[in-house]
């Protein structure tokens, strides 16, 4: 989790958000996953100006360590 913010954030606050929402949500693609959670933080975050999510899913390949992708977002 990265971004850039005008003002203050918590960014403890904002760690517990997201985790929040990537564990009660359920996504099939890690594009969707990551999308819907950085449109949520830009919504309950107004401070939040742009910023980049990553997330990696381990052992999703047979002889693979992870697979994984990131998205940046900007408001």
């Keep these: 989790v990265g971004g850039r ?3 203050g954030l918590d960014y403890a606050e904002l760690a ?3 985790q929040q929402e ?7 693609l890690l594009e969707d ?3 819907t959670v950085g449109k949520r933080a830009l919504e309950k975050y107004p401070t939040l100006l742009e ?3 990553s997330v990696r899913k381990p052992a999703a ?3 693979k360590a992870w697979v ?8």
Aim: glycine letters at 16%; aromatic letters at 14%; proline letters at 3%.
């Design 5 to 7: 913010v005008s003002g």
């Design 16 to 18: 517990r958000f997201l």
């Design 22 to 28: 990537v564990v009660s949500g359920r996504f099939e």
């Design 33 to 35: 996953l990551l999308e």
């Design 51 to 53: 910023g980049s999510l």
């Design 61 to 63: 390949l047979p002889g």
């Design 68 to 75: 994984g992708m990131s998205w940046r977002f900007k408001r």
